[in-house]
């Protein structure tokens, strides 16, 4: 279980780090509007991610 999660983890740094080396200007305009967006904004987008997240593993453990 502690080497699903570390992988999960890893692989978000992967994730991550690649949208940075990719489009290093996308990431920092992205950046400079997020404070123009209220906190109800930034918690659903926040909420939603949390629920695809939750989606995909759930499928997974599913049909995996």
Do not use: N
Request: without cysteine.
């Amino acid at each position: 279980m502690l080497h699903a999660i570390v992988q999960a983890l890893g692989l978000v740094f992967v994730i991550e780090g690649l949208i940075y080396a990719v489009a290093p200007g996308g990431m920092r305009r992205m950046m400079a509007e997020l404070p123009k967006l209220s906190d109800e904004q930034i918690r659903l987008a926040g909420v939603s991610a949390l629920a695809f997240g939750v989606g995909v593993v759930w499928l997974l453990k599913i049909f995996g």
